[in-house]
């Protein structure tokens, strides 16, 4: 079974930096895509970040130079770092697996980011 669990979620002021992690059960996670979404209430998950089993990595323009996403296979987990945050970067950031063959994707529960002063 798969399951996914974010945490590092929280309120910061505008200008500051957060690190979400999301931590996967499971062995397969060193062979899966990894992706970071986020959602605001009213609006479609958005997709913010990508990164392949070999460590490739994509960003949505909105985060570029601003957003790290990385992994680290021996703990089964995936990070993004978050730094220059801006209030239009408040939402709920979720963390998703892809499965490598059956191509089903499992989501962790979401953790919420609040950019405010």
């Known amino acids: 079974q798969v399951q996914l669990v974010e945490s590092g979620g929280g309120l910061v002021q505008p200008g500051g930096s957060l690190r979400l992690s999301c931590a996967v059960s499971?062995?397969?996670?060193?062979?899966?895509?990894m992706r970071w979404y986020r959602q605001v209430p009213g609006k479609e998950r958005e997709l913010v970040a990508a990164i392949a089993s070999g460590g490739t990595t994509n960003y949505v323009d909105a985060v570029k130079g601003r957003f790290t996403i990385s992994r680290d296979n021996a703990k089964n987990t995936v990070y993004l770092q978050m730094n220059s945050l801006k209030p239009e970067d408040t939402a709920v950031y979720y963390c998703k697996l892809t499965h490598p063959s059956s191509r089903r994707e499992y989501w962790g529960q979401g953790t919420q980011v609040t950019v405010s002063s």
């Open positions: 499971g062995s397969i996670f060193s062979i899966s895509v």
